[in-house]
């Protein structure tokens, strides 16, 4: 029966259990579905079963409560069904946020259609405000103009359904909210518990009535309407910060830590997240040893991404920059250079058929290093240099490409003692190769 319902909801069993795991992976998968169901449809379609289930049971439950208003003219249940109704449309506009969910980015809206959630949710908002201006615009009527009812008890079992109803939905839509992280989706559900609490105010009035104390009604409808501007300012908090592209400062502090896990990463040097709609992005840039190779560097980046998306479940796309040396250092560095304390030696000019550039030796934050910056190379360049050291010996440095630079080949360890040297520079490619005579001869001036 229930998988019957929800077919007819737009929701298979199995779209329920591939947006739950979505959200809640452990195992390893990092919140990734391998099936056919794409992860974001399974989670969007959960919140479209959800609205649709609440608004049935708010449809029921108001026209219980509109049948004992005919019978008892009763104008507080007249009013508490009409809060009830309001909250079932209020389905209205997140049914249309995530069907727009659904579809694919354009080249217009290349992040999707997400933000429309939010809108929702503003929406949202101004009908809990707008039910909690009538709540208390119906209490302070009463105790000026005060209504006399009838059939008190029916009034009062009425009141107990729209509780009842109410409470259900609130449960059903801020647990589903939560599964799929939709703001919107939560606050709908705080505002079927508001109703909710309206719909006791009902049963307290009848009360009242019935033991001879006919303000009793109007009076907790007051308190019931302050209780509601509280929900109002919570769900708007909640909305207004994501369609600001706030996040909770936990969650980033879940990302630098999933970064923590992963070895040869010396820094996190910014993480920054947003959500749209009930889906996480994330950008982190982090620093890792200038002396990698890019494919080391590219291994490190898919590891953390693997430790973010383990971390942080809700997380639906993770983008990870990788830097090989700390871009708030390079101006300080730069200023150290046109300041002249930089004594290395003056670079060799490259021009060859394979590559053209410039050859120099420079400082890193682990010591000196040589570089080849090139603006011209063939595909599949290779570069080494080959230094005659005294006594006939010969050292070796090999020039690997840089992480911080495609366009560079670096050394992972310093030329030796002095800088003043006579040289060759092998440059390779396939089967092509060439070999550049240098001189390096270090500037005069104190070291």
Same mark, same amino acid.
């Given at each position: ?12 069993? !199995? ?101 429309? $959630? ?34 008190? =008890?029916? +009034? ?10 109410? $409470? ?10 939560? $599964?799929?992280? !939709? ?7 705080? #505002? ?50 994501? =369609?600001?592209?706030? +996040? $909770?400062?936990? =969650? ?9 896990? &992963? ?20 950008? +982190? ?25 383990? #971390? ?57 290093? =040589? ?8 595909? *599949? ?10 006594? *006939? ?41 060439? &070999? ?10 104190? !070291?």
């Amino acid at each position: 029966m229930l998988d019957k319902a929800r077919n007819w909801f737009g929701l298979s069993p !199995s779209n329920a259990h591939n947006g739950r795991d979505h959200n809640h992976a452990h195992d390893g998968s990092h919140g990734h579905t391998h099936g056919v169901i794409d992860p974001t449809i399974a989670t969007t379609a959960r919140g479209i079963w959800a609205i649709k289930w609440s608004f049935v049971i708010l449809a029921i439950t108001a026209a219980l409560q509109i049948l004992v208003v005919l019978a008892s003219g009763s104008v507080a249940l007249l009013a508490d069904a009409i809060h009830n109704v309001a909250d079932a449309t209020t389905a209205i506009p997140l049914w249309i946020a995530f069907r727009l969910a659904r579809r694919k980015p354009t080249t217009t809206f290349t992040y999707g259609y997400g933000r429309v $959630e939010d809108l929702a949710g503003i929406a949202i908002v101004g009908i809990i405000l707008f039910s909690a201006l009538v709540a208390g615009y119906e209490a302070i009527d009463r105790i000026f103009h005060p209504q006399s009812i009838t059939l008190l =008890m029916w +009034v009062a079992i009425a009141g107990l359904v729209g509780f009842i109803g109410n $409470e259900i939905v609130a449960v059903f839509r801020i647990r589903v909210g939560r $599964e799929i992280n !939709s703001a919107a989706l939560i606050a709908d559900g705080y #505002h079927a518990r508001t109703d909710g609490l309206t719909s006791l105010a009902v049963v307290a009035g009848a009360l009242g009535v019935w033991i001879g104390f006919p303000l009793a009604d109007p009076i907790v409808g007051l308190l019931i309407t302050i209780a509601i501007f509280g929900i109002v300012w919570q769900s708007a908090k909640a909305v207004l910060t994501r =369609m600001l592209d706030g +996040v $909770e400062p936990a =969650m980033v502090g879940e990302i630098r830590h999933a970064a923590e896990h &992963v070895s040869g990463l010396k820094k996190v040097l910014d993480v920054k997240a947003r959500w749209l709609g009930h889906r996480l992005y994330a950008d +982190v840039a982090v620093l890792v040893d200038e002396t990698l190779s890019v494919a080391e560097a590219d291994r490190l980046g898919e590891k953390l991404k693997r430790e973010m998306f383990a #971390h942080v479940p809700a997380l639906s796309v993770a983008n990870v920059r990788v830097h090989g040396s700390d871009p708030a250092l390079g101006d300080a560095r730069a200023a150290g250079h046109e300041g002249g304390h930089h004594h290395s030696p003056e670079p060799f000019t490259v021009a060859s058929a394979l590559a053209d550039g410039l050859l120099e030796i420079i400082d890193t934050p682990h010591g000196e290093r =040589m570089r080849l910056i090139v603006d011209r190379h063939v595909e *599949g360049l290779q570069a080494a240099v080959t230094i005659d050291r005294a006594g *006939g010996n010969i050292e070796t440095l090999t020039l690997t490409p840089a992480v911080s630079n495609p366009h560079a080949f670096i050394s992972s360890t310093a030329p030796s003692e002095p800088h003043e040297f006579e040289a060759q520079l092998h440059l390779k490619a396939g089967d092509r190769k060439v &070999v550049l005579p240098f001189r390096m001869v270090e500037p005069e001036g104190p !070291s």
